[in-house]
């Protein structure tokens, strides 16, 4: 038996998730000492209880996820409006660093998965698809490879083991940056460290000009230059497509911010929303309920059929992970607080999804302060580079072991 929860019910129960991941925080302290998101420890309990109603009754409760997308274009041209091109100029040099550095992981990903997967007497694709396809690439990539594995190289199950594996991955991500940066963080603390007892500040408003409330005007105003963003990035996805190329419409989106905020301020002086609270609310806003959708919607019963061998592949992944960026990722980006911020979204780029990442280096911000070149080159890393990195790193493995 199955029953769908719409729409507009899915994203009100999102609302009401992402409430009690912020009361959840308040409450326990584990939550804030080891920077869980907030929606990341709601939106778990949620996929677990609906996990025990299936294995109680049999019963699969599902929800229409058409906002989720949506949100999250919302958060990434947020980003790109805040991105002046000082900033960018001034962040060349680590992207570049954190660039080679995922590169070289994506190398390390993919061996580990091949390497376990042939220990444990399985076919070297399976490992393949337990590595950079399902990881690094998240569900889209292993949906986009699955059907060739399984047609064209004969892996059974291809889809299945993809999707099972980057389901794990997004939990296993979603929990793994916090901790990370919790110990860099001790090496490495924040130059300006909030006073005790003083309220968590919001990442995306650490920026913000003072100023008075925000006015239904301002917030009306942010949410038109927004949907300018989200019109515009469609057209770069379309004209992309077009020729060829093939990126994410959340790229295309924080791309389309990046080109408004430099041109337009610069030729008519009007009112921009960059750096302001009004941008921050809704960026806050827009992050944590797709995270909270993303997480309750995890149907964890499709993990049940995921072997014990899988799981001690992945298992491997997430210790290589968390060892790549304490050791090599934290050093090659300075061994300061930004570079420790850093490492808390590698932790989602490296075994899940760019707003994973995006979830865990809020969460640390939050509380220990600001770290404004994290936000700026994680996401141009995660969601542009590697995607087109990805493919080919894929084609060349698929190439060796065929």
């Known amino acids: 038996m199955q ?6 019910a899915s994203f009100n129960v999102a609302i009401m998730v992402l409430a009690a991941g912020k009361l959840l925080h308040r409450r326990f302290r584990p939550l804030r000492e080891f920077n869980i998101p907030e929606p990341v420890a709601s939106g778990l309990l949620v996929s677990l209880l609906l996990g025990l109603v299936y294995a109680v009754s049999g019963l699969e409760v599902g929800f229409d996820l058409a906002v989720r997308d949506f949100l999250l274009l919302y958060f990434f ?9 000082r900033t960018l100029r001034t962040g060349g040099k680590p992207l570049l660093i954190l660039l080679a550095a995922t590169i070289v992981y994506l190398l390390i990903q993919n061996l580990t998965g091949v390497a376990m997967a042939s220990l444990l007497g399985f076919d070297p694709l399976v490992g393949l698809l337990t590595g950079s396809v399902s990881l690094v690439g998240g569900h889209g990539t292993a949906i986009a490879w699955g059907p060739r594995f399984a047609e064209l190289h004969g892996v059974q ?38 006073a005790t007892g003083s309220p968590l500040r919001d990442p995306m408003a650490e920026t ?24 515009l990035g469609q057209v770069i996805y379309e004209g992309l497509s077009y020729l060829g190329r093939n990126l994410p419409l959340f790229v295309c989106a924080l791309f389309a911010g990046i080109l408004l905020t430099n041109t337009i301020p610069r030729l008519v002086r009007i009112p921009w929303p960059a750096q302001s609270t009004a941008l921050a609310v809704v960026s806050d806003a827009a992050l944590g309920v797709f995270l909270a959708m993303s997480l309750m919607s995890l149907q964890l019963w ?56 995006m979830a865990n280096m809020a969460a640390v911000t939050q509380t220990y302060g600001p770290a404004q070149r994290a936000f700026l080159i994680v996401p141009l890393v995660s969601g542009f580079f590697v995607d087109i990195t990805n493919s080919l790193v894929i084609q060349r493995f698929i190439n060796w072991l065929g």
């Not at 947020?78 to 991105?83: D, H, K």
């Not at 210790?319 to 090659?332: C, G, K, M, N, S």
């Open 3 to 8: 029953i769908e929860i719409g729409a507009f």
């Open 77 to 85: 041209a947020g980003i790109g409006l805040n991105a002046d091109v």
């Open 157 to 194: 199950s291809a889809m299945e083991i993809g999707l099972a594996s980057a389901t794990f991955g997004l939990i296993l991500s979603s929990l793994m940056g916090g901790p990370i940066a919790r110990i860099l963080i001790r090496r490495a603390p924040p130059p300006e460290p909030p």
């Open 208 to 231: 913000a000009r003072p100023g008075p409330p925000i006015t239904s005007f301002q917030l009306m105003a942010t949410l038109f230059w927004l949907n300018v963003c989200l019109g």
């Open 302 to 357: 499709t993990l049940r059929g995921l072997g014990g061998p899988l799981l001690v592949i992945l298992g491997a992944q997430f210790l290589i992970a968390f060892a790549y960026a304490l050791l090599v990722v934290f050093r090659v980006m300075g061994r300061d607080y930004q570079a420790a911020v850093i490492c808390a979204g590698f932790g989602g780029i490296s075994l899940g999804a760019t707003p994973t990442a």
